[in-house]
């Protein structure tokens, strides 16, 4: 009982998150900067995020999805990105589906380029989501930040013993409402959620698609700049 009241009171006010990269051949990605950019073509427009899901990501995706709102060419939103706040990265891909209400918006991830933990959730808000058959995407537990407002719930050794099953409980909710009602293939999450106790998991955009996901709908021969 002790920890879905934690729970409860850690996911309302937003600080859990999906841990960053730790040691492993791509780390490093957790020291990009915020970097957002917009790429005109002549029949789509690129908005391309890199960095940390974390601000001001969704006012600089919100303010270039209002700049072209009448814009009739398509729009991708391309990411790389090694996760980060849960709660920031629900109002990114709130943003982005309520203007695909109106307008598909498409999400991307390139050659070179990472979806990695909350990163995924925004990627799955995509109308069309497209990936590189060498794009990398990670999924693992969700991890509770311990420098946030969750040292206000008490005695720090009390919140280190309920920690898993926090992070259990906070994963179960991510990958039910933020994976498991946009398509993706139920029991093919069952089996990743079971696949990531105690790691990272590393899968492809062509394992992806190869193993029915439904996390990647196309892939493409894009290469990220």
Known sequence: ?????????????????????????????????????????????????????????????????????????RIVVTLNSPGGSVAHGRLVAAAIRSVSQERPVDTLVEQGGVCASMCVPIYLAGA????????????????????????????????????KVLEALATDDLYEHDMGSQGVNAAWLAYMRRRI???????????LVDEGSGIVKSLVGTVAR
């Open 1 to 73: 009982m002790l920890g879905l009241r934690l729970l409860g009171v850690v996911i309302g006010i937003g600080c859990v998150v999906f841990a960053t990269y730790g040691s492993g051949t791509k780390s490093g990605l957790e020291k990009l900067k915020p970097k957002f950019t917009v790429r005109e073509e002549p029949s789509r427009i690129v908005l391309t995020w890199s960095g940390p899901v974390a601000e001001p990501m969704r006012d600089d995706v919100m303010a270039a999805l209002d700049r072209f709102k009448a814009d009739p060419r």
């Open 128 to 163: 069309q989501r497209l990936a590189h058959p060498a794009a990398h995407f990670m999924f693992h537990l969700a991890s509770v930040n311990p420098a946030g407002p969750v040292t206000a719930l008490g005695d720090d050794a009390a919140v280190s013993k309920h920690r």
């Open 197 to 207: 106790d105690g790691r990272d998991v590393w899968v492809t955009g062509q394992q």
